[in-house]
């Protein structure tokens, strides 16, 4: 990552020259590092239990069948890093799909309808980024009346769901790139991945991405550093909506459809896989690909609930409930330390 | 629109003319400021007021709180809006519409509270909005490289990649200086850099401010440390109630006449609040209200003890950061102790919270008024019976008519204005919002009284006012812990004092006509080796 | 009060609302707002209103109370699925599900279940110290998976003449629904303003670590308050379930902590915390069912609501933002120049 991942502990202050050399992990990371002890787990746990489990299809499919979700929560970790929150994703995608699904009915070919469709997104997020920043609305209330917006919007345009049967959206989602064995990757994976790599290097080599980090850490001293603050603060929303409407678009590859309730809950999905990925609420303090994990580990609860057979579906909300219950309160308990 | 630098204020006879620094006599100011005024709602901030500052000179800006000195450096930076005036940064006028603006012509803030993000490394707080880049990419490696010699010109030899929240307060001070070195800066605001320093984090800050100095940096200096200003600065602008004293050589304007100027008051007055309150000689009872033995925090406040007697008040001096206010928590519960042993009255007691802490008439009035003092959007009312209607508990709300009564007697009896009980405690005065918190502890009865800071920032009549209710109450045998990091104060009311530094308590003396400020000065930089 | 002070009233928009909703609909159907008595009962427009906004008012009392110390509650759509899934299959597994001593034991097991609930939330928040968006976003997420878990992913139906008493029902001439807000909406306000606890709670909200200072148990009130919020809570979920005489565990609450909030908010309670205003809840939560009502009233899509409510939520936050008071304020102080009262 941005800098390097072991740094032996470092003395603080000037005057005290502490030659302890004992490698440690560096305090930001550590909150990823349970992410990746609890994949790890899960991992194990599903590899000795089931046949078939780690194998290059399933893995594969954990990609593929949240790759909407991978992009979401690619979006909010930007909002969250400014210590902000969208809880407008889940209906911008509904949104973006809607739209798609109506333009494609209406005739409109697959290069104006993809790029509009995104764009409608970048549209809601330039909205709420205009209402937090210029209007100091929380973010919180901005995004709820988006969401409640884009929603509503979603009625209008396609109140019954309406199938996509666009040559060129049947064939991105058909389209399988890989081995015989069942480790392939769909456009759709390929656009998420890309996602992600854009993400990480604006978030980490861009000044953009370290005001967004100067502005979870302190909004004030980001301003009073001459940082430009007010711009950053709206581009993470224009972000986040974006990513909300590419996320659509891949749902509607993904269903060949757009419905009005698609996306019920999805942002609550998108801010559990950034908190589970280690990326604090209160902004400042985490890292794209730790949301990418978070999204894993989502997808690998369902992938086990699924070869569990016996278990219900709703295990997978409870298991997801008590995931977020042990990571904010080991959060908790580091930010404690910390001070 | 051009002032010439030889333009002083006529109505300023004393006006020692230009900084007897030879670099500086002969150049155009680099800034200079001409009838600025800035309003608020209601009040007029600043009213004409001129600010010159010229290249390689210490400058400070002097004034008591509420005088408009952060209102005028706001002013510079872009952060408060101009009525009237000009603002001309090297020849040109100027209007900035943000700290970017101001920093971009060259003129950097460093503020009290430390503006950086915590979150972040060392070298990205030096470096954020200058990183080096490389194909439009931060460079890393480069960043840290270029931020290492940035430091190192400040003979600061600290890891670039560090996190700056593994740094103390003061080296994040300097930190937060090299960030405004960065980025050029001919002019560099210094807003009480000092607060939080020891004495030689003090010495250190110095010197990088006098090797700025020496390569042509402007530096306003702000702080209500006088030996500091006087240490440092070449010259000073005084201001008070928004409105330009003067413009004076350090060297021509002795201290007396400076606190004049600044207080605005005749000798008179300033004879009155001398003798405001009188230290009522001690008679205080056979038993300690209450005593620490030993009791102590870890990273807070290390072991001490501690013996308060009813009918005294106790003294707290010490620097900003020495433990004073640590100490003071300790006692209030706000904090809880893990070592030591309290008893109140002989008896040892745990002070968990501090509810357990008023349950034994204990109460703390804190330093910070607005942020753990007064709940700013309650009426005066609600505020005196908070304390009280806190111990009874929610479900018992105290009636009507026995608050009306509290409220009136102690609204009479501190001169609460304005006398309405209905207003908003946040539109208060900030005497009149000390007044109010008083008013709340009094109304609890309590025993022991700690009072963190309680002059700060208020007026002179209202800190006159205040120390005669501190004698009067200690006469009535009431205990009290007094905090104040004006030393006279201290000395004026307390029978002892407890000496503070580096979160230790080093040494007590017993108060008399023949303590002077010296020499707690001396116990606290001896460190009460010799004591 | 002249006509300007009304005019500045925190109510004065929110009641405006009101009004023009229940006008709108009644030129479109004049006999929305008659209210007729049928088997002794009152109907008609304006009873309708106060039936159905019974739900939506108990959850916001709740959440009125939780903005107040600075918090928010997600999970109150939870704990309403919950306390329906408890208090239904309970009745369905006895085997005299019209007992009303059936009823009340199934209504005491699911309160205690939501207060369980309250009380985690509570701990989290007060004790351990986590926001209270992401504390309450644990149940929201988990809670609707344990009400299928309690009812095995089946929407449970139940036939019990006490239990449907509560929402259909009518007592003195008005639904059993109505009355129990309002009852529980008086208890509230008695709480409140004639013990001490509004005032600390407010004092909580606009300065937790002066109040705790003050000698305020301010973790103690936080918790409770997060109690109070999901016992509210769990009592709209036996309306709701009792509306439909069934436990439905998806869909039982959905979205209703968004309401809630949105009802708290155009009532002029601050999402900062601090002041809080039971009756500016109740107009709010008035306008947002008559709201629905009139859009089906004036021949809108229902689905359309949501598009409505987004409007309201807009027009509301600009009116409070501080950039366009700030703005209103300086244009009247330009056309007279009479001194401005400082804003309460």
């Given at each position: 990552m941005a800098t390097d991942q072991l740094t032996p502990t470092r003395s603080s202050g000037t005057a005290a020259p502490a030659p302890r050399t004992r490698w440690r992990i560096d305090a930001r990371y550590q909150p990823v590092l349970g992410t990746v002890v609890v994949l790890a787990v899960m991992l194990a746990v599903g590899g000795s239990r089931y046949e078939n489990f780690l194998t290059g299809r399933v893995m594969a499919n954990v990609l593929i069948n949240n790759s909407f979700l991978v992009v979401l929560a690619v979006g909010m970790t930007f909002v969250i890093l400014t210590g902000g929150i969208d809880l407008s994703v889940g209906a911008v995608v509904a949104l973006s799909g809607c739209i798609s699904a109506w333009m494609f009915t209406h005739g409109w070919s697959a290069g104006i309808t993809i790029p509009v469709c995104v764009l409608v997104g970048t549209l809601v997020g330039l909205v709420v980024g205009v209402m937090v920043h210029v209007f100091e609305i929380q973010p919180f209330i901005a995004t709820l009346a988006a969401m409640f917006l884009a929603r509503g919007l979603c009625y209008l345009v396609a109140p019954e769901s309406i199938p996509i049967t666009d040559p060129t959206i049947v064939k991105l989602s058909q389209t399988r790139w890989g081995?015989?064995?069942?480790?392939v990757i769909t456009p759709s994976g390929v656009i998420a991945l890309a996602v992600v790599a854009i993400a990480f290097v604006v978030l980490h080599y861009t000044r953009f991405g370290r005001t967004v980090y100067a502005i979870g850490g302190s909004e004030q001293s980001a301003r009073l550093m001459g940082l430009p603050v007010a711009r950053t603060k709206v581009l993470v929303y224009v972000i986040s909506g974006t990513c909300a409407g590419l996320g659509g678009l891949l749902f509607a590859i993904f269903s060949r459809s757009g419905y009005s309730l698609t996306g019920v809950g999805m942002e609550l999905d998108a801010i559990a896989a950034v908190v589970i990925g280690g990326?604090?609420?209160?902004?400042?303090s985490g890292f794209v690909l730790g949301s990418v994990l978070g999204v894993a580990v989502l997808g690998l609860i369902q992938t086990i609930i699924t070869f569990q057979g016996t278990l219900s579906s709703w295990w997978t909300k409870i298991v997801i409930g008590a995931l977020l219950l042990v990571f904010v309160v080991l959060q908790r308990l580091l930010v404690l330390r910390r001070r | 629109m051009t002032t010439s630098p030889t333009a002083i204020p006529p109505d300023q006879p004393d006006q020692p003319g230009e900084p007897d620094r030879p670099d500086a006599r002969d150049r155009e100011p680099v800034v200079a400021m001409t009838g600025i005024t800035v309003t608020f709602p209601g009040v007029k901030a600043l009213d004409g007021v001129d600010l010159r500052l010229f290249p390689g000179e210490v400058h400070a800006l002097m004034g008591e709180n509420g005088a408009g000195k952060s209102t005028l450096i706001k002013a510079l930076t872009g952060v408060y809006a101009v009525d009237a005036g000009t603002i001309v940064v090297d020849g040109t006028a100027r209007t900035f519409a943000g700290p970017a603006q101001a920093q971009a012509a060259g003129i950097s803030t460093v503020y009290q509270e430390v503006?950086?993000?915590?979150?972040?490394s060392v070298a990205e707080n030096v470096m954020l909005g200058h990183e080096v880049r490389r194909a439009g990419l931060v460079d890393f490696r480069g960043t840290r490289r270029a931020a290492r010699e940035h430091l190192r010109a400040l003979n600061l030899d600290i890891d670039p990649a560090s996190t700056l929240s593994s740094h103390s307060l003061a080296v994040q001070q300097l930190v937060a200086i090299c960030r405004a070195m960065v980025v050029d800066a001919r002019v560099l605001i210094l807003d009480?850099?000092?607060?939080?320093?020891?004495v030689d984090e003090v010495e250190r800050l110095f010197a990088v401010v006098r090797d700025l100095r020496g390569r042509g940096v402007a530096i306003l200096f702000v702080s209500h440390f006088l030996e500091q200003v006087y240490a440092i600065s070449d010259r000073m602008t005084v201001l008070r109630n928004g409105t330009l004293v003067g413009e004076y050589r350090t060297a021509d304007l002795p201290r007396v006449e400076l606190v004049q100027k600044m207080i605005g008051r005749s000798l008179e007055v300033l004879e009155q609040l001398e003798e405001a309150p009188k230290r009522v000689a001690a008679e205080r009872g056979v038993q300690p209200y209450v005593q620490a033995l030993g009791l102590g925090r870890k990273g807070s406040i290390e072991p001490f003890d501690l013996d308060v007697y009813p009918g005294e008040v106790v003294g707290l001096a010490g620097l900003l950061g020495s433990g004073r206010t640590e100490l003071a928590r300790l006692l209030y519960g706000a904090d809880r102790s893990d070592v030591g042993e309290l008893r109140v009255e002989g008896q040892p007691t745990r002070l968990r919270t501090p509810r357990a802490a008023l349950a034994r008439r204990i109460v703390y009035s804190s330093e910070s008024r607005k942020t753990e003092g007064i709940i700013g959007d309650l009426t005066v009312r609600e505020n005196i019976v908070l304390g009280l209607q806190a111990e009874r508990g929610w479900l018992r709300r105290i009636p009507q008519r026995k608050a009306d009564e509290v409220v009136a007697q102690y609204v009479e009896q501190l001169g609460i204005r304005p006398a309405d009980p209905d207003a908003i405690a946040g539109n208060l005065s900030g005497g009149n919002q000390q007044k109010v918190l008083l008013a709340r502890w009094l109304a609890t009865q309590p025993r022991l009284l700690l009072l963190d800071e309680p002059t700060r920032g208020i007026d002179v009549g209202a800190k006159a006012e205040i120390q005669r209710l501190v004698a009067e109450l200690a006469e009535q045998g009431m205990a009290v812990v007094f905090i104040s990091a004006e030393l006279e104060e201290v000395l004026r009311l307390s029978h002892r004092i407890a000496v503070m530094r580096d979160r230790r308590k080093i040494g007590e003396l017993v108060n008399g006509d023949d303590v002077t400020t010296d020499d707690v000065v001396d116990l606290i930089a001896s460190g009460g080796q010799d004591a | 009060m002249n006509l300007g002070a009304i005019a500045r009233h925190r109510l004065f928009w929110p009641l405006v609302a009101l009004v023009l909703l229940l006008v709108a609909s009644a030129l479109k159907s004049p006999a929305f707002l008659e209210v007729t008595v049928r088997d002794g009962h009152l109907f008609g427009g304006p009873v309708d209103i106060l039936r159905r906004s019974s739900v939506l008012l108990l959850v916001a009392l709740g959440m009125t109370l939780v903005i107040a110390t600075r918090g928010i509650d997600l999970s109150v759509g939870a704990v309403m699925a919950i306390a329906g899934a408890v208090a239904l299959s309970q009745i369905a597994a006895s085997p005299d599900p019209g007992a009303l001593s059936t009823v009340l034991l199934a209504m005491a097991t699911a309160l205690a279940v939501a207060l369980a609930v309250g009380v985690f939330n509570g701990f989290l928040v007060a004790v351990v110290g986590i926001q209270p968006i992401v504390a309450t976003l644990i149940f929201m997420t988990a809670g609707r998976g344990i009400a299928m878990l309690i009812t095995g992913g089946q929407i449970t139906t139940v036939t019990s003449a006490p239990y449907k008493t509560i929402a259909s029902g009518y007592w003195l001439g008005l639904p059993v629904a109505a009355l129990i807000a309002a009852f529980v909406f008086g208890v509230t306000a008695l709480l409140t303003r004639r013990t001490a606890l509004g005032v600390l709670i407010e004092s909580v909200g606009i300065n937790p670590s002066a109040s705790r200072l003050a000698g305020v148990r301010a973790r103690t009130i936080i918790w409770t308050v997060y109690v109070i919020c999901a016992a509210f809570a769990c009592i709209a979920g036996f309306i709701k379930s009792s509306d439909i005489m069934a436990a439905d565990s998806n869909n039982a609450g959905l979205f209703i902590e968004l309401d809630a909030i949105l009802a708290v908010v155009i009532g002029g309670t601050s999402l900062a915390g601090g002041k809080f205003s039971l009756t500016g809840t109740l107009v709010g939560s008035l306008v947002i069912t008559t709201l629905t009502l009139s859009i089906t009233i004036l021949g809108i899509?229902?689905?359309?609501v949501s598009l409505f409510k987004a409007l309201v939520v807009i027009a509301v936050c600009l009116l409070q933002s501080p950039v366009v008071q700030h703005r209103m304020r300086s244009r009247r102080r330009r056309v007279a120049p009479v001194p401005v009262e400082v804003p309460a």
């Open positions: 081995t015989d064995d069942g480790l990326t604090l609420l209160t902004g400042g | 503006n950086l993000c915590d979150n972040l009480e850099p000092t607060s939080s320093l020891d | 899509p229902v689905n359309a």
